[in-house]
């Protein structure tokens, strides 16, 4: 069985840094392109940063560039390190693996449970 398990989500004050992480199980994700995605209450799902396999590419939307770094490990884990927290990032944070590195939801076959992010002013 595919799980994608994420962690590191919490309360932060603005301005402040999280490190999300996703581990993958029952799936080795050689081959699948990763992403995060973030969906804030009452709002779609939204697209936040993908990298390719085997890292060498990276996407981030308008939002995160700059402030949020995409990294992936050898094995089986990605990373989203987010610096310079802004209340508007507030949501639950959702990590995907797809064979396509896209920025669509749509391209990812694999999604976690979520973890969520609260941001403070």
């Known amino acids: 069985q595919v799980q994608l398990v994420e962690s590191g989500g919490g309360l932060v004050q603005a301005g402040g840094s999280l490190r999300l992480s996703c581990a993958a199980s029952g799936l080795s994700l050689s081959n699948y392109a990763m992403a995060w995605f973030r969906q804030a209450p009452g709002k779609e799902r939204e697209f936040v940063a993908a990298?390719?396999?085997?890292?060498?590419?990276r996407y981030y939307a308008d939002s995160a560039k700059g402030r949020f770094t995409i990294s992936r490990t050898n094995g089986n884990t990605v990373y989203l390190q987010m610096n310079s927290l802004k209340p508007e990032d507030t949501a639950v944070y959702y990590c995907?693996?797809?064979?396509?590195?896209?920025?669509?939801?749509?391209?990812?076959?694999?999604w976690g449970q979520g973890t969520q992010v609260t941001v403070s002013s």
């Open positions: 995907a693996a797809g064979p396509y590195f896209a920025r669509t939801t749509r391209q990812y076959d694999y």
């Open positions: 990298i390719s396999w085997p890292g060498n590419s």
